[in-house]
């Protein structure tokens, strides 16, 4: 796909909070979407409109407003009608309700995040109403209500959820791709499935892919070394997305999917009674829960095990079922994100303030002076070893692609707009996730924004980068299977 | 004492490096030793001697050289003699071999921290090796050979280990008169002591007055907010003090003196078999261990156990024991340390590295922008609940009392400051470790260097500022007595 790429649309579109990925998303809409921008309108509970100048110098409509429960139907009625679209770029309004009122007008619908109202999401909720399992349990829900040839609506599509989602059956693809050469060449492991692999790959599907290369376990793995030249004061949390949001999915619990390949479930893990049953949470925050995993342009890292919606949908949709319906086959899947030192200062302070947030908040730009977002998925436990396939978005090609903007921001923006593509040109395929998405269309679109896009190789285990003299050694019972999720959690 | 107070001196000064803290010191030196600087000679293994200038332009000398376990006797011999003084603030060169040679020759000793040889404090050492305790039982063992009242030797002698068993002390004085002071007006707990109390603290006990008081733990409770405009890079270690320091202890065992009160051992803890036995380590680095604890400025805190020597000394001095010699009240005794926002990315990356020092190191000084660093001592459990004595100084107040200093530096040389003054006052006294010396006369000496030297209640137990609903509850055991070192351990 051409980097100028252009999709033609007629209707309206809302879009809802006026934020860093708004105000990213903004500029890219006026590039590649041929519309009447007057005919756009972005929407934010506060006077935030000189973060949209570039879209009103268009003729697009600024409105001061607050959504709330009350008053949603009534508003979206003003602004929507069939054949228009609403994004949802807000923190506070309930994701579902928004969705079910599109879809019975006729509105496409896209978010980044699966949000509910402000007020619900507060501190009297159970440990397991804040995971993802259960946001993604009442979204099923709401999805069995749903015509699957309704209104396309697309939940959870930014670049981690969303763009991760694409890129691991890239990941998928390669790695069996780089296997079967293998094979061809006589060199590698043998592969000795009867023609699996290649009538997987063939079709396309990605679960028996997964299954077929022995994929034990798949690694959201993230660092952000953008770095800037204001220092975080005390009593200020500064990030270089969302704080509001990473508060939240910080104190969530550590999630992850369970890979039918492990022995033993870590301590304080927690399994779920109904649904699909392919996660399980552990009784501690993300952000305190450490994992060992790798990134392309330094190598070995620790992250946090960061609850995300990413985890439940690739677990999900890489299950393997025998023909009575249980799961024979299951990667383990999970977040591992080093955010930006002060991100990571931040979220110290944070916690010793007994989890009240700081008085201060900053998402940082142009006080940026270095650093870039890298983020992928990392295959492991396949006959590669290892393989990493995902953007590294420096923060000087950010800026040169979109003014004032940051590494963080634009990858999410920009797997928004793929998203936004997609959804147009196939407006009536009901509620998608984004494993449900064409990955290549979407990722083509998405790509002229996101950097460098590395698809490699990778010997790295959980061992290496593990001082047996400074941390607790490995558990002996895993020693023979790298992959066991024993030998990544950091105790 | 006046803030201009100068001691004579008619000898020489060896001062053995040219880093952060000697260069600070150097204008102190200038400023409160009345002496023919011609006398002073700076030594350093590299041509450092551009942070030399003010002490070069009053007329001390320079000498590159590399002191060795080789030539240490020889290069020692040209340079000092009966009545010199040695001050040794490198890294590299072993404590106990100078302290000896200067023993011998009458010539007095001063350090901030115990070192060995280079070469000797590599990767191969098993972790008990690394503890100050068994640093500490070789420093005695020397101490035994030595005549007490030969020529006087400091060891350990910085803010901490060093000016904390001072305002410990302190502290115990002012938890003594206020728990008094209370008795007497009639509020606060009982004091049913026979008149203990009143008795240890006229005979200056500050063991029996740690017991009578009831002080079940002390912290030694640091946050350093220094902050600066020049973000740490990646592969960079960023640090207000020596780097090369902070690897080595922040890899040593967490390690702790451990209080007679304690019901139970912490995970992974560690006992010794010969010794006073005073302190335990845990089979972890002092880096992954987490603590918390509470400084004025800014209430809860989450600090590192680092292994310190001040540990040792402390629980040490306060053990009180019955006439057979059997320990009857030891506090538990622990570091908690916060390092600036930088260092901790720092430590962060370097444990990611497999503990691989990363390859550009940096000393903050002048890109600081704002920022503290605050170290005091916290007294636990007694009948004011808390009390915290220490010195909070600004990197203005500093920089104003020494340019081109911060304020960790500072707190550094005004305490060896302070100990030199009281080692030429008392040339005879041999070795001596901080909690030997007249505490209010080396702080009286080191105050006008200290910025804000509070002395405070505080109300805080750890269980203010953990969140039961995201952090794991603290044992119910341990409910009744918020003291015990498990509610303090973050798990």
């Known amino acids: 796909m051409r980097a100028d790429w252009r999709v033609e649309f007629t209707g309206r579109i809302l879009l809802l909070g006026c934020g860093a990925v708004s105000r990213c998303l903004q ?5 590649h979407v041929a519309m009447n921008f007057g005919e756009l309108t972005i929407m934010d509970r506060v006077d935030s409109r000189t973060g949209a100048e570039s879209a009103l110098a268009r003729g697009a409509r600024f409105v001061r407003h607050r959504l709330t429960r009350q008053n949603y139907p009534h ?7 069939p054949g228009d679209v609403l994004i949802n770029l807000t923190w506070d309004v309930d994701s579902r309700d928004l969705l079910w009122w599109c879809h019975r007008n006729g509105v496409r619908y896209l978010d980044t995040s699966l949000e509910t109202w402000a007020s619900e999401g507060d501190s009297t909720t159970t440990a397991a109403d804040r995971t993802t399992y259960r946001r993604h349990g009442k979204l099923y829900e709401l999805g069995a209500r749903l015509d699957p040839a309704g209104p396309t609506a697309v939940v959870e599509h930014g670049a981690n959820p969303g763009l991760v989602s694409h890129l691991t059956k890239r990941a998928l693809h390669d790695v069996a791709t780089a296997v079967l050469a293998d094979r061809d060449a006589g060199s590698g492991p043998a592969v000795d499935d009867d023609g699996a692999l290649e009538s997987a790959l063939a079709d396309g599907d990605h679960a028996r892919i997964a299954m077929t290369t022995g994929t034990r376990a798949i690694h959201i793995s993230e660092r952000d070394t953008q770095r800037g030249e204001i220092p975080k004061d005390v009593d200020e949390f500064v990030n270089t997305w969302s704080v509001k949001g990473f508060y939240e999915e910080a104190t969530a619990p550590a999630e992850l999917g369970w890979g039918t390949h492990e022995r033993e479930l870590p301590p304080l893990a927690v399994t779920h009674e109904t649904g699909p049953r392919n996660q399980i949470y552990l009784a501690r925050t993300g952000m305190s829960t450490w994992v060992r995993s790798w990134v392309p342009s330094t190598g070995p890292m620790l992250g946090m095990m960061i609850s995300h919606g990413e985890t439940f949908t690739i677990s999900d949709g890489l299950t393997v079922r025998d023909p009575s319906g249980l799961p024979i086959y299951r990667p ?25 947030t700081q008085s201060r908040q900053r998402i940082v730009d142009d006080e940026i002076v270095a650093g870039s977002d890298e983020l992928g998925v990392l295959l492991l436990g396949h006959g590669r070893n290892g393989w990493w396939t995902g953007t590294s978005l420096d923060i000087h090609e950010a800026r040169s692609l ?22 147009l040109l196939h407006p009536n395929r009901g509620l998608r996730v984004p494993d449900d998405l064409d990955h290549e269309e979407v990722l083509a679109a998405a790509e002229p924004y996101l950097g460098e896009c590395p698809s490699v190789p990778t010997g790295w285990t959980p061992f290496d980068g593990a001082d047996d003299r400074l941390d607790a050694p490995v558990r002996s019972s895993d020693e023979d299977d790298p992959w066991q999720f024993g030998n990544v959690l950091v105790r």
């Open 402 to 423: 979109v003014p004032g903007q940051n590494a963080t921001t634009l990858q999410v923006a920009a797997s928004a707009l793929g998203a936004l593509r997609w959804m």
């Open 332 to 356: 383990t899947v999970h977040f591992a994100y080093l955010p930006s030192d002060a991100a990571l200062a931040s979220l110290h302070e944070f916690r010793m303030r007994g989890y009240r």
């Open 75 to 81: 508003t979206l009625a003003r602004e929507l009608g």
């Open 27 to 31: 500029p890219l809409l006026l590039r």
